[in-house]
């Protein structure tokens, strides 16, 4: 029992607790408990996520005919450029690392805060004013050269686009500073007897995710800095009639925004990596594997930037390396899903909610995982850039898996959060509803792509106009079918059953304390004593301050409970 | 509700004895450091995206300095430069003479050491300042030399700017009796902090000046 002796040790951070403050101001709006940072997080971003999402519909409806009768070329090319920047920046980031990151994952490691509760502070209201200062763009002309502002086109965009800049660089100054946080809460803040081999895989995805997004981020500081300097000064950075090099944008830009994409998917898996397991009633199947998966995809990120530059003009002997090193890539996420499909093998599988996004989501990646090879191959890719086909892939990547990871975390965790049940039954439609929506939206442009139709277009062939008519009505869809998940958000906070501590039998640490997790989340800091995965076992915790968790625990003799 | 949360808790929290408030310091002052370097390693990547950038232009053009309205761009002044960095680097000698100072108790010791960084810092910004002026490289905006120079080097003195300001704050909270021999956190993250500034600037030294 030498993880009981290091309990009695002192280990006085831990067990360190800070009275509750009492103002509202201090409980709600400026305060520092990660929890509440959290829920705000996913606030702000939900309601981004709306307005971004009905910014998706107006190009939809623009779509409804080939010659466009909505919107004009210059308020279109707006339109998709801040749909494009405000769910990258404003809703799936946020949400997966500020919102889940910050509520889950103290928790899950069996820590009262994160290591700097103010500086966490500070990063959550960079949130809101970046927003702003992005949405407020459109009263002064918007950015319209795509979310990924190529110069020289940004260069003599509209006015907006300096706004931008600032924007994104200020999430990404907060986005910096909720890695450092992170990391070192990780690695410093693990309850006793939790060794690296025994955090809960969705802290895994946070390691991975935090140590990318405060080595990327700053990347993409310098790229944004230099382009509103040379934006409102002329000092020549990326135009190339004063010298500079439109080249040096992407390359810069990709160095960070290849990265931000497995920032934006390893939470999201990490996510699944807990999901699947409770509603399968079965240990994770390579948990090891897994683990490692996410920080080999993080240290790969960083080789892959110029597969986005392939017809860019790039030398040619480049392209090979960077062809291979992003075929790699689909190993470890090839490792992570023949993982989750052999949780899923033989056992007792309970179709929750969550488990259906999970299960949706496995099915929505893979396929966006398979057409980010194809596009990895440089000739394919000759073919299919700058196309539909690219439009499909990483909606399947992006919407079928990061906002579906999203959905599976807020049906799995809004018990924990909120002390609440959701409507299962709602929920299931749900699902239901937004996973043939997303599809029928989705899986036509895979072909419109390879038959020619070209992204970032407010008009187009009309041989094209079914299958975008029938992407536009299903989009309406799926829109709609998110109505039902507000809806059921709202009835469940109003009238919702009360959810209990552990609602559906989970073992990883959240689960062990009340639902909502009191303000010092832990009265006594538990020991952990194994993996939290192994269903069928006694729990691998000592000295739960939650009795009917303790019934669960083996005794001090290592006996197990009768009860389980 | 207080009370509730302080006692049964092992005897730490507030008011805990001498030996749980260490403990609580230490591990506290892990934490710090470990979050200040890791914010040390940030920044080291915001200046070599930069550092990047002028290394791409530069390989753009055929001849370095470049071409500007049909004339080539003179070299920067290397000697003035050096006597400026041989400034800044005599600073990272006496930040480290100040602070094993403040380590062994030797208060007077500390605060000739301390006073003569901040007082060396504000002379390299000031030979900064000078070279600006004195640069016949086309200005800020003339050219991808004055581009790439005036931005990493104006972030830098900038850097240095925030480091004479954190220096001088740490110096008044020395005063206030903020630390002690073994409690000076703050002492270490603004000696990191200042070495951090120096090892840029070599890189920078050699990579305008030199290379």
Same mark, same amino acid.
């Given at each position: ?134 949405? +407020?763009?459109?009263?002064? +002309? ?46 410093? /803040? ?66 960070? $925004? ?14 699944? $990596? ?33 597969? &986005? ?83 499909? &892939? ?27 049940? /959701? ?112 269903? +069928? ?17 083996? $005794? ?9 | ?211």
């Amino acid at each position: 029992m030498a993880v009981a002796t290091r309990t009695s040790a002192p280990h006085a951070v831990l067990d360190h607790i800070h009275p509750e403050p009492e103002s509202f101001v201090r409980k709600y709006v400026f305060s520092i408990d990660h929890k509440v940072i959290g829920i705000q997080y996913m606030v702000v971003g939900l309601i981004f996520f709306v307005i971004a999402g009905l910014l998706a519909e107006v190009i939809r409806v623009q779509l409804l005919h080939p010659d466009g009768r909505f919107l004009g070329g210059e308020q279109y090319n707006q339109v998709y450029s801040m749909h494009g920047s405000a769910m990258v920046w404003l809703v799936i980031i946020p949400l997966v690392t500020g919102g889940f990151g910050n509520f889950i994952m103290p928790l899950m490691i069996g820590a009262r805060d994160v290591a700097f509760p103010w500086l966490n502070m500070a990063s959550f209201w960079m949130f809101p004013p970046a927003g702003l200062l992005l949405f +407020g763009s459109f009263l002064i +002309g918007a950015p319209d050269a795509g979310w990924t502002e190529y110069p020289p086109i940004s260069l003599l965009g509209p006015p907006g686009t300096s706004m931008w800049c600032a924007a994104i660089f200020l999430i990404g100054i907060s986005s910096t500073l909720t890695g450092i946080n992170f990391l070192v809460t990780i690695l410093k /803040m693990r309850a006793p007897g939790m060794t690296f081999t025994r955090m809960p895989l969705f802290v895994w995805a946070q390691v991975a995710t935090a140590a990318l997004s405060m080595v990327a981020t700053t990347a993409l500081a310098g790229a944004l800095a230099a382009l509103f300097i040379e934006r409102q000064f002329g000092v020549p950075f990326y135009d190339p009639a004063k010298g500079g090099s439109p080249l040096l944008w992407q390359h810069m830009f990709w160095f960070y $925004s290849h990265p931000a994409v497995y920032i934006m998917i390893l939470p999201a898996f990490g996510i699944i $990596s807990e999901v699947l397991p409770t509603f399968a009633r079965k240990p994770i199947f390579g948990y090891k594997m897994i683990a490692f998966s996410s920080v080999a995809i993080a240290l790969l990120g960083f080789m892959v930037w110029a597969h &986005h530059m392939f017809t860019s003009g790039m030398v040619p002997w480049l392209q090979l390396p960077f062809m291979i090193l992003t075929m790699i890539v689909a190993i470890p996420t090839g490792v992570k899903i023949f993982g989750w499909v052999a949780t899923l093998w033989g056992g007792s599988i309970h179709f929750s909610s969550a488990m259906l996004f999970a299960v949706g989501f496995i099915l929505t990646f893979t396929l966006g995982g398979i057409t980010g090879v194809y596009l990895a191959a440089v000739p394919v890719d000759l073919h299919a850039h700058g196309t539909y086909f690219i439009v499909a &892939h990483f909606h399947y990547v992006l919407f079928g898996g990061s906002v579906f990871g999203i959905f599976a975390g807020l049906y799995y965790w809004w018990p924990k959060i909120t002390g609440r049940m /959701m409507n299962e039954t709602l929920g299931k439609w749900h699902f239901w509803a937004a996973f043939i929506s997303f599809n029928c939206t989705f899986l036509p442009m895979h072909w419109l792509g390879l038959l020619g139709m070209p992204r970032r277009v407010a008009v187009y062939d009309p041989q094209f106009t079914f299958w975008n008519q029938f992407a536009s009505v299903s989009s309406f869809v799926l829109a709609a079918s998110t109505l039902l998940l507000f809806y059921n958000m709202a009835n469940s906070l109003a009238r919702g059953k009360k959810a209990g501590p552990n609602p559906w039998g989970g073992r990883t640490l959240e689960w062990m304390i009340s639902s909502p997790p009191p303000y010092y989340n832990f009265k006594k800091v538990p020991a952990v004593l194994g993996l939290p995965y192994d269903f +069928g076992n006694p729990l691998p915790y000592l000295g739960l301050d939650n009795p009917q968790a303790e019934a669960a625990t083996p $005794s001090q003799t290592g006996q197990p409970a009768a009860a389980h | 509700m207080a009370a509730v949360l302080h006692g049964d808790d092992h005897g730490h929290g507030h008011g805990g004895g001498f030996v749980e408030n260490e403990v609580i310091y230490q591990e506290t002052r892990d934490m710090r450091l470990l979050g200040f370097v890791l914010f040390l390693m940030s920044d080291v990547v915001l200046f070599s995206a930069f550092i990047f950038a002028y290394l791409y232009l530069r390989g753009t053009v055929p001849v370095w300095p470049p071409m500007m309205n049909g004339t080539q761009l003179p070299r920067l002044d290397v000697a003035f430069a050096a006597v400026n960095s041989i400034v800044l680097f005599g600073s990272g000698v006496t930040m480290h003479y100040a602070l094993e100072n403040w380590k062994h108790g030797k208060r007077g010791e500390f605060d000739f050491w301390m006073l003569s960084t901040i007082v060396l810092g504000t002379a390299f910004l000031g030979g900064q300042a000078y070279e600006y002026a004195h640069a016949q490289i086309g200005g800020w905006s003339g050219s991808i030399f004055g581009a790439s120079f005036f931005t990493l080097t104006g972030m830098h003195g900038f850097h240095v700017f925030v480091g004479v300001v954190f220096l001088a704050v740490l110096w008044w909270q020395t005063k206030k009796g903020v630390y002690d021999e073994t409690h000076h956190f703050g002492l270490t993250a603004g000696t990191l902090y200042w070495h951090f500034v120096d090892v840029i600037w070599v890189a920078l030294f050699y990579l305008f000046y030199i290379f």
